[in-house]
């Protein structure tokens, strides 16, 4: 799922046809069918989250199983677009892929069948092609980071708990991190998870290091290892699989997971996760499709709409008052109280604000366009993060 961030400069104009919205053909409900291609299968979270997000959509507007075809474990490669292919013949009237990667050849597919509409998660390619006139392709990811932060609240408490029960220093409130690639989507992801950990614990530190896999157990498990050899007292990822709660369970080490409830692995350390919730953009996308009304060329929602969640919390690991103080970070994220990259919450470059690095040019200009406000306006341009900023406080070994 090479979901790697390929541009940074965007004009207003730019941003503004990002976000508009395409008409389509209206279909009766009983006669749509839906394509679907993943890169994984049910075993692997990431790709479970947009199968659940299907089942989701399939049970909201009453369609039956047959009105749904799903591909599974499809590489990024040329069987994406033989996949899409297959699709579009077999009937399909919208086609979804998920993983960056399979964007370029789930488009060809789409210039080839222009009465069909096609969908991708991660990318960052729709709003062009609309440019240059095409009605029938589209981005859709969600707010992530908003449930990355309200997570990152809960590892806070739990370094605070761990401080004042004498386990350990102040000082020694590291956190490790099992990134899958340096891209943005994960950068943006830990980084926000990180600012919601130093919300609640000030003098916490992070190290990230990475597995170069979406989805690879004994990689991931290895890594949490790692870290926690590296004095990492409290484990989080971006990666798919259940390697890393795993390992915590093993040594003992408290963790925060990504896409499933990790508890049923670690129940004695897993404090709790977040998670995608590609329901209401599949059951909105469809929908739109079986009313002939607009669908977004690039479509990005959040906690305020529940397309990200964080699953409850697991109070066997979780310090004293975490679920109410989650609850509260949630309603001030929705409010708009707290945005998860406040400026003023950050330095980069040993010591400076975002902003005065912005204004020394070189390679922090290219986030002008972001910055505004007193926060950096992730995903609001376009659906894919855009954040791959490494700020102060986090060791991230690329």
């Not at 399939?58 to 009105?67: F, H, I, V, W, Y």
């Not at 070189?362 to 995903?379: I, L, M, P, Q, R």
């Amino acid at each position: 799922m090479n979901r790697k961030f390929i541009s940074l400069a965007v004009s207003a104009a730019m941003a503004a046809s990002m976000f508009s919205a395409a008409a389509v053909q209206a279909v009766d409900v009983s006669e749509i069918k839906v394509g679907v291609i993943y890169v994984g299968d049910e075993n692997e979270g990431y790709t479970a989250s947009h199968m659940k997000g299907i089942q989701e959509m399939k049970e909201a507007l009453g369609l039956s199983d047959d009105q749904i075809i799903e591909k599974t474990q499809i590489p990024e490669d040329e069987s994406c677009y033989d996949a899409a292919v297959d699709l579009a013949e077999s009937g399909c009237n919208i086609i979804f892929a998920t993983s960056f990667g399979h964007e370029s050849y789930l488009f060809q597919a789409a210039g080839e069948y222009e009465d069909i509409q096609f969908a991708h998660a991660t990318g960052t390619q729709a709003a062009t092609f609309a440019e240059n006139g095409s009605t029938n392709v589209h981005n859709y990811f969600t707010a992530i980071h908003e449930a990355r932060y309200v997570a990152g609240v809960a590892a806070g408490m739990k370094l605070n708990e761990m401080i004042e029960n004498g386990d350990i220093k102040e000082d020694e409130a590291k956190i490790g991190y099992v990134g899958a690639f340096p891209y943005a989507e994960v950068k943006s992801g830990f980084t926000s998870f990180f600012l919601g950990a130093r919300s609640i614990c000030p003098s916490a530190t992070m190290e990230v290091q990475y597995t170069q896999s979406w989805a690879d157990m004994a990689k991931e498990q290895e890594t949490a290892k790692k870290l926690i050899s590296d004095k990492c007292v409290l484990i989080s990822q971006h990666a798919d699989t259940t390697g890393a709660p795993s390992a915590c369970q093993e040594l003992g080490v408290p963790c925060v997971g990504y896409n499933i409830d990790m508890s049923a692995v670690a129940p004695d350390v897993a404090i709790t996760s977040s998670s995608n919730n590609w329901g209401p953009y599949y059951t909105e996308a469809v929908k739109s499709v079986i009313d002939g009304t607009e669908l977004a060329v690039d479509w990005c929602k959040g906690l305020e709409d529940g397309s990200c969640y964080v699953f409850p919390v697991n109070e066997k690991a979780a310090a004293e008052g975490t679920a109410e103080k989650l609850a509260e970070t949630e309603e001030k994220i929705k409010s708009g109280e707290i945005k998860v990259f406040d400026t003023s919450t950050f330095t980069v470059d040993g010591g400076k604000t975002l902003e005065d690095a912005i204004a020394e040019g070189g390679d922090y200009a290219a986030y002008a366009d972001y910055v505004a406000d007193g926060y950096f306006h992730e995903s609001e341009f376009r659906s894919a993060p855009a954040f791959d900023l490494t700020i102060d406080g986090i060791d991230s070994q690329e």
